[in-house]
């Protein structure tokens, strides 16, 4: 008996005649799987429609509210989905996620998958061959309906996979995995594989085809997870295991927009005052991203930059400025003409000359950088705006992205 | 502690700014109620709207993913209204059918509650003072979503108040129950109450406010039901419990204009040939209400007249006319110019002369009646749809509806 976990994102299920396009889809992988859980978001924008709707009902509509409204959406592609296949002579049965099994733990609208009992779908195979289920939903231990936050419908097709011991196949609009967005360098390849690592980083560093929480399951229960499209004949991107011997010193470059860089300059080298700057900024709920400190060329002083998004930019600013309030003597910039710009490869780690190559690139290129960091598998970079696309150009042909 | 079930339907709740009428109507009622369980339905007309989505999506959508789509609609009307709620600072939560515990049994689409664990809405009191549930629908023993058909969310009220042994309050578009059809006889009385019995008569002899089937539980369980309206400030109608004193002798009239009038003549007067037609009439699924039967002239035959739902009149007539096949000296009529007039009262058991009243008041003023059948606490005619008028106006004067 084999099983596959085939996931379909709200776009692939946006209408009738889309979800009928999927039926045949799913129907023809039939022919060489025995089982089959699909596992569907909500119709198109219908999520969004239902936040809009409660935030006529209530200007701050309670949290666990919310989640039993939003997770009416995936319940209506569940049933619509399933009718169409049992129109089509398919066993089929359609599931919620608490009749998933599908536990969570958490926040409301936030929450993680604790467990899944997976009799529940077992018990359903014994009669059927396709299992829908709802994506992005579960229940709590106070039998509350909760949602899982964004990526949530791929969480949900990765972790049913771990407990079934099977593949996931995450179909979404584009046919895999690039190793430069598309849109910013057209010519980019597409990845056969990427290792969880390289993609949780790329993630994190700004690519949006997956949320790095999805990878990290999969990567923990070793599930093989292809990223492709179900309307074009894509080989798809596998996201898997990747041995050193298949690692490459550069896998992807992401770039990330949504950026300001806050440098401070003489602010008193004494850990207190350097963890008060931090702790107000957490206090703010403002998340840090890229951290770097050096010494002042004064005595006793230190300049420190960071990155935060640009939503917070307000945020930061007045925390910046009460900070300068008690030290009048420390230089103040905060620049939101910034783009981050992220290599990510495993191969990193082994092989050596990665972060030269990239400083001597950038050096001929006269791209100056503002800030560097670096993760055991990734550098980053902030550089000027206007630099974005000669540096991608310059990145992607090097490494051959 | 004072508990009360207040039952919203569609058109109650069919926008936002209905749902924050109602919000404000139930905080008022908090004032002298401890607890209230607020019973909703879906928004205006979204249960049609999403059976039409399934019939884009399959020509025979299997009944289980029907209820699993429709459920649907109960759970954003009790998301949003619990949200309004909340936001007027009282302290709420909002419940699915399985979230509350209700119970069901049968098959899809037309199930019915077998029990409700009422032990999740008392929990839920420890800490909330208004628990919203999802009318309409349930969970069965296999675990499947289920909804209880037609007048659902006053079954799931009524039965509620059962198991927490109080009062049901129906909110409907009108202002109670009326001797007579308002849209037929104006001037007609709104009642301060009626009985179990007279009600469940009326509603079976074609009124339309309340199923029988919800009336029969709260007359099982002696719920006190108030149908009302909250939008004015009538006092309602209950139904209830009424004793042998309060009883009238005729409560209301109701009219059926959906019946045909089939009249079989010299057929013979074997118990097995009689057998034989209401035999093939069941066969054919057909719904036989008022069966009369006189003996004919010529001996050893019989004339038989019933009427029957005007939809399967192409069934009433084959079935009919194989029969003539069979015997070809009997006579035949099927007359769709009928309309049938009820009179329910409880007061009929004790009180006699109500028949002897009637079939005066119609001689008197030449109403032709065809068919007359009797219960227990009613009596009912079918007289030509043009009589009709004159029929109700007369009764009503005669016996002050």
Redesign the interface.
């Known amino acids: 008996m084999n099983t596959l976990v085939m996931k379909f994102g709200g776009s692939s299920v946006e209408s009738?005649e889309k979800?009928?396009s999927i039926a045949q889809f799913i129907i023809r992988r039939l022919d060489e799987t025995d089982r089959i859980v699909v596992v569907v978001s909500a119709m198109g924008k219908t999520t969004n429609e239902?936040i809009s709707?409660?935030k006529?009902?209530?200007?701050?509509?309670?949290k666990?509210?919310?989640d039993?409204?939003i997770?009416?959406g995936e319940?209506?592609s569940?049933?619509?989905l399933?009718?169409?296949l049992?129109?089509a002579d398919v066993s089929a049965?359609?599931l919620?996620g608490?009749?998933a099994g599908i536990k969570t733990e958490g926040i409301h609208t936030k929450n993680k998958i604790s467990d899944i009992d997976i009799s529940?779908i077992s018990g359903h195979f014994l009669t059927k061959r396709v299992v829908v289920v709802a994506g992005f939903q579960g229940l709590n231990e106070f039998?509350?309906?909760t949602t899982l936050g964004r990526g949530g419908s791929d969480t949900t097709a990765i972790a049913l996979a771990a407990k079934l011991e099977c593949s996931a196949e995450i179909y979404t609009d584009v046919s895999g995995i690039y190793g430069v967005d598309p849109r910013l360098y057209p010519s980019s390849k597409q990845l056969s594989y990427i290792s969880y690592e390289e993609m949780k980083e790329l993630a994190f560093l700004g690519a949006k085809v997956m949320e790095p929480r999805s990878i990290d399951i999969a990567q923990r229960y070793q599930v093989p997870v292809l990223v492709s499209s179900a309307h074009t004949r894509s080989q798809g991107t596998w996201i898997k295991e990747v041995s050193s011997m298949e690692a490459r010193s550069i896998t992807g470059c992401s770039i990330s927009e949504k950026d300001i860089l806050v440098s401070i300059g003489h602010l008193p080298a004494q850990a207190k005052y350097i963890a008060d700057l931090f702790i107000q900024l957490a206090d703010n709920e403002i998340n840090i991203d890229m951290i770097s400190q050096t010494a002042s060329t004064r005595p006793g002083f230190v300049n420190i930059s960071f990155t935060a998004n640009a939503d917070d930019i307000d945020l930061v600013d007045e925390v910046c400025h009460n900070l300068k309030e008690q030290h009048p003597e420390l230089s103040l910039a905060i620049d939101h003409h910034i783009v981050k710009v992220s290599l990510v490869g495993s191969g990193m780690r082994t092989q050596s000359g990665v972060a030269a190559t990239l400083f001597k690139l950038f050096s001929d290129h006269h791209i100056d950088f503002k800030l560097v960091t670096t993760s055991e598998i990734s550098i980053s970079y902030t550089i000027s705006k206007e630099l974005k696309e000669k540096a991608v150009n310059l990145i992607a042909q090097t490494f051959n992205l």
Chains 1, 2 share one sequence.
């Open positions: 009738i979800m009928q239902l709707l409660a006529t009902a209530a200007k701050n509509p309670s666990r509210e919310i039993l409204l997770s009416t319940q209506v569940v049933s619509l399933t009718m169409i049992t129109e049965i359609g919620t608490f009749q529940k039998g509350d309906i």
